[in-house]
């Protein structure tokens, strides 16, 4: 099976920042895309930023300019540095993982992390 395990989530001041990652782990073959997304009570689940395994990124408009999206294919592992926090940016964020598993990577599936707090106080 494959596990996403998330770290980095905390309370953090408006203005300040900080940084959570995620690492794939199990029968892996091989990780496609992966990405982060957030919610907070009462809301769908929305996307915060996505990388292709080729580096190509996407973010919400909500977080342009002030986080940013990285992963290292060697260590099947996603960052997201998030700077210039905001009250709104207050959520449990999700990682995200679209992974090819089994010796020869015939089984696709997506998952997901169980998620990590993060709390921006004004």
């Known amino acids: 099976q494959v596990q996403l395990v998330e770290s980095g989530g905390g309370l953090a001041q408006a203005g300040g920042f900080l940084r959570l990652s995620c690492a794939a782990s199990?029968?892996?073959?091989?990780?496609?895309?992966m990405g982060w997304y957030r919610q907070t009570p009462g809301t769908l689940r929305e996307l915060v930023a996505t990388?292709?395994?080729?580096?190509?990124?996407k973010y919400a408009d909500s977080v342009k300019g002030r986080f940013t999206i990285t992963r290292d294919n060697a260590k099947n592992t996603v960052y997201l540095q998030m700077n210039s926090l905001k009250p709104e940016d207050t959520a449990d964020y999700y990682c995200?993982?679209?992974?090819?598993?089994?010796?020869?990577?015939?089984?696709?599936?997506?998952?997901w992390g169980q998620g990590t707090q993060v709390t921006v106080s004004s």
């Open positions: 995200h993982a679209d992974i090819a598993i089994g010796d020869y990577g015939l089984t696709y599936g997506n998952y």
């Open positions: 199990g029968n892996i073959f091989s990780v496609h895309d």
């Open positions: 990388i292709t395994s080729g580096g190509r990124t």
